[in-house]
């Protein structure tokens, strides 16, 4: 019987805070690695983080926390990495310890720039974590709900079932259900191309498209979603399950949606560097656009949205412009 021992989070952001509060609650101990020394000794003076969701209380005796990523590491047999993935090759350039034997999960929604891999791909090839020692957390989770201890609901993908099944078990709670997936790669590229939705019904709300519309750019997206996902790992699967649909559908109406945001700031005549300033976030959708599109290039799957923001984001082409040719291709 798998058992995951010890757990450490790498990474001190919202999701990071959410997950480790999640886990914290049913093992009493994590280790915790944070970039920031002056971040880690406010988070102990506190009992909070000091930069997001400071509205969760921690008992400070149940962490042990570092800005060694190594020390962490070694120390600890499952790493759940909650970092931006654009941010995600520098903090593991600092790595020395061996992760092959290591329980990875990632629940970074996004894909490793200039690697165009989404993350589970990434530590296979570049750190030889066999896959059956890698999982990723999905579905629709906004880690400021999951703070509130609203009913949410995760899925873990990992192609082995018992490793998957272990680490749902240190999750469920009574505002957390848990389900298992083998689907890792296709949750994960779902939940990079949501993100790029998310921009785009954001986008269309700055345009002031209304409601009706974005219901028909949502059923085009999940089409979309679907027609890519079964190129890239053509397994059955059925893209109406939480972990694609749901998880797509609350990035793309939420107000707790970064990557809606910042679409709607670029609808409303922001440009994309204004955004992002103003934001003071990163808006991983941003990123994956373009790994995306950099991939597709290569698959040729029918994808207009997704093209639709690239031409916006990338090639400054008019929101208004680019939306309207996309309308005309919807039914």
């Known amino acids: 019987m798998f058992n995951c021992g010890k757990i450490a989070i790498i990474g001190g952001g919202s999701w990071a805070t959410a997950i480790a509060k999640i886990i914290v609650a049913h093992t009493h101990h994590i280790g915790w690695y944070m970039r920031r020394d002056d971040r880690i000794d406010d ?73 165009n891999l989404v993350c589970s791909e990434y530590f296979h090839e570049a750190f030889d974590v066999p896959y059956d020692n890698l999982a990723c957390i999905g579905g629709p989770s906004h880690a400021e709900e999951v703070a509130l201890e609203r009913l949410s609901y995760l899925t873990i993908g990992c192609t082995d079932m018992e490793k998957a099944q272990a680490f749902t078990n240190v999750l469920s709670s009574n505002f957390i259900k848990t389900k298992i997936s083998s ?40 089409q979309e979603m679907s027609r890519f996902l079964k190129t890239i790992n053509p397994i059955e699967r059925n893209v109406d399950d939480s972990v694609y649909l749901g998880d797509l559908l609350v ?81």
Do not use: W
Not at 64 to 93: C, E, G, M, R
């Open 43 to 115: 988070f102990i003076r506190l009992h909070h983080n000091p930069a997001y969701l400071t509205s969760v209380h921690f008992d400070i005796d149940e962490i042990n926390f570092s800005s060694d990523i190594n020390k962490i590491a070694k120390q600890y047999d499952t790493l759940v990495f909650v970092t931006p993935s654009p941010y995600l090759k520098n903090h593991l350039k600092k790595l020395r310890v061996r992760l092959r034997d290591k329980f990875v999960v990632t629940a970074i929604k996004g894909i490793v720039p200039d690697e």
């Open 183 to 222: 689907d890792v790669v296709g949750i994960e590229y779902a939940s990079v191309l949501k993100n790029v939705y998310a921009i785009c019904a954001g986008i269309c709300s700055g345009l002031k498209y209304g409601d009706n519309f974005q219901s028909v750019l949502i059923a085009n997206a999940v």
């Open 251 to 331: 990035t793309g109406y939420s107000n707790f949606s970064r990557n809606r945001v910042f679409g709607t700031m670029i609808g409303k005549g922001y440009s994309v560097k204004a955004a992002q300033i103003e934001m003071e976030m990163i808006a991983e959708g941003y990123f994956g656009t373009k790994c995306m599109k950099e991939i597709n290039r290569q698959l040729h799957v029918n994808m207009p949205i997704l093209d639709a923001v690239y031409n916006i984001l990338y090639e400054r082409i008019s929101p208004q412009r680019e939306i309207k040719l996309l309308t005309d291709s919807f039914r």
